[in-house]
């Protein structure tokens, strides 16, 4: 029965689906290029562990949400790829990170709720036989409330949630009749700082999340994307 349960779960296949949202102000040049250089790795780190586990990854997609400030200039505050098959499409995925640079924001706080909310609606695998679907944010700072600054902007998005609350509605939580996203394939990390909105209310109150704290205004002094990784491998 065993051997069984085993050769089936060989049999298996997995789809992995990870949105990064990049903090791309100013306060985030010291860290920017390490989080790009180890996003760069997602695909052979996430293979060999799971290779570890006896397991291999059918489909792996990313989608980059670089994000700054629609109230310091509305034009650049979010650049955005679609999902990426990775190895397949690795060149369009490695240019677009080269392109990001560490710039702009003003004060903070920034435009990261508008980033989270696109990840939530992303258009998240639906097939193969096991998913995970990742948000992954990198911050050094708090964020405005959702549809107050730079909201009547050309480019802010359209059709997201105007409050937080709204927000943890397409979140969703155990037998959610308003998610978007599927319950038990989700996970949010968040590298982002003791401040609201991430301590509290999302790392207190939002299930399936993990929180890492980095120092406002002062970039991210380190980060574990082993943490990412095993969230994504033991998961499956």
């Known amino acids: 029965?065993?051997?069984?349960?085993?050769?089936?779960?060989?049999?298996?296949?997995?789809?992995?689906?990870?949105?990064?949202?990049?903090?791309?102000?100013?306060?985030?040049?010291?860290?920017?290029?390490?989080?790009?250089?180890?996003?760069?790795?997602?695909?052979?780190?996430?293979?060999?562990?799971?290779?570890?586990?006896?397991?291999?990854?059918?489909?792996?997609?990313?989608?980059?949400?670089?994000?700054?400030?629609?109230g310091d200039d509305p034009g650049s505050a979010i650049e955005q790829t679609g999902f990426l098959q990775l190895p397949s499409q690795s060149g369009d995925f490695e240019r677009?990170?080269?392109?990001?640079?560490?710039?702009?924001?003003?004060?903070?706080?920034?435009?990261?709720?508008?980033?989270?909310?696109?990840a939530i609606n992303a258009p998240w695998e639906t097939g193969l036989d096991r998913r995970r679907h990742?948000?992954?944010?990198?911050?050094?700072?708090?964020?405005?409330?959702?549809?107050?600054?730079?909201a009547s902007a050309q480019g802010y998005p359209a059709g997201i949630p105007r409050t937080i609350d709204d927000l943890f509605e397409q979140w969703g939580y155990a037998r959610s009749q308003t998610a978007v996203m599927e319950q038990s394939a989700k996970r949010l990390v968040l590298f982002a700082p003791?401040?609201?909105?991430?301590?509290?209310?999302?790392?207190?109150?939002?299930?399936?999340?993990?929180h890492f704290a980095s120092k406002a205004g002062e970039g991210l002094e380190e980060f574990e994307m082993d943490e990412i990784i095993e969230t994504i491998a033991n998961s499956l």
């Open 1 to 70: 029965m065993n051997a069984n349960i085993e050769q089936y779960q060989g049999n298996l296949q997995y789809a992995v689906d990870i949105v990064l949202c990049i903090d791309a102000t100013a306060s985030m040049y010291p860290v920017l290029d390490s989080v790009k250089s180890s996003a760069l790795q997602f695909h052979d780190r996430l293979n060999d562990v799971m290779g570890k586990k006896g397991k291999s990854i059918s489909q792996l997609r990313v989608k980059v949400i670089a994000f700054r400030d629609f």
């Open 96 to 118: 677009f990170l080269g392109g990001i640079d560490a710039d702009g924001g003003g004060d903070i706080p920034e435009s990261g709720l508008e980033a989270l909310a696109l």
């Open 134 to 150: 990742v948000i992954v944010m990198f911050t050094d700072a708090p964020a405005h409330p959702l549809g107050t600054v730079g």
């Open 194 to 210: 003791e401040e609201a909105p991430w301590s509290d209310p999302i790392a207190e109150e939002w299930d399936l999340t993990l």
